[in-house]
């Protein structure tokens, strides 16, 4: 009996240094290494940019987001147009990452399926412009949903 024992220790012992392992080769993201910051600087920076140019361009703005039906355009316009600059901005720096990305993804989520409906426009060259808007918007989520993921470990 006291040889079973023995075993099933061995085993168990043998299975928690595999595990610790594994913890070990599972480093969190390095948010410190050239790439990462240069990766922040591009998507934070065009992000940033995007923004300036809205508020630099508000009444245009506020006039396609009308024609589009987005809901108080003249309130709802400058509200996102502040949290891209916001989350673009934090993204760049690093700071606040989570809430920065989160801003960023709550801008691309709420706003592509309204400004970019591809799928109920006839004329087929303006359908054709709305998609490729609606598919780089769904990249931009994207990349925003990667830089949440790791600005939850960071």
Do not use: C
Request: hydrophobic share 45%.
């Amino acid at each position: 009996m006291s040889l079973l024992g023995s075993e099933s220790s061995e085993s168990d012992a043998r299975t928690d240094r595999h595990a610790d392992q594994g913890r070990r080769e599972e480093a969190p993201p390095k948010t410190h290494s050239t790439s990462f910051k240069l990766a922040r600087a591009l998507f934070g920076g065009v992000l940033a940019f995007m923004a300036a140019d809205n508020f630099r361009n508000l009444d245009q703005m506020v006039g396609y987001a009308e024609s589009q039906g987005a809901p108080k355009p003249e309130t709802t316009v400058p509200f996102v147009s502040g949290s891209l600059l916001f989350g673009g901005l934090g993204i760049a720096a690093w700071k606040l990452p989570r809430l920065a990305a989160g801003a960023v993804v709550t801008f691309f989520a709420s706003i592509t399926p309204v400004m970019h409906d591809f799928w109920s426009i006839d004329d087929e060259e303006q359908k054709q412009q709305q998609q490729i808007h609606f598919l780089k918007n769904a990249a931009l989520l994207g990349a925003a949903l990667a830089f949440l993921r790791v600005g939850q470990d960071d």
